[in-house]
C-alpha cells in the first residue's frame, strides 16, 4: 500500500495519506480543512542514508542509455550489488 503526499490548495497544508489502491484518491480531503480541493505531490527519496559504517551521504542519480533508451539507476551508500 502506498503512502501518497498533497497539498492542500485551500490552505496549502502538505500531509500524506496511506491507500490501498489508486481509486481511493478521490475520496481524500485535507485532514486540516477538510477540502477536497487537493493536489497530488511527486514523492522524494530520503535524502540522507547512513551507511554500515556511521558515515553518511546523499543517494544519486545516473542516467545511462541502454537498448530500451534511457534508463536511471539510483545510487545508495552503503547498498553493494
Known amino acids: 500500500m502506498p503512502i501518497y503526499e498533497f497539498v492542500c490548495q485551500d490552505c496549502e497544508h502538505e500531509f500524506e495519506t ?3 489502491s489508486r481509486d481511493e484518491i478521490s475520496g481524500v480531503r485535507c485532514p486540516q480543512c477538510r477540502s477536497p ?3 497530488r505531490l511527486m514523492s522524494a ?9 556511521g558515515s553518511s551521504s546523499k543517494p544519486s542519480m545516473e542516467t545511462h542509455t541502454c537498448e530500451s533508451g534511457t534508463c536511471g539507476h539510483l545510487n545508495l551508500p552503503g547498498y553493494s550489488r
Open 37 to 39: 480541493r487537493i493536489k
Open 18 to 20: 496511506l491507500l490501498k
Open 45 to 53: 527519496t530520503a535524502a540522507i542514508i547512513t551507511d554500515g559504517g
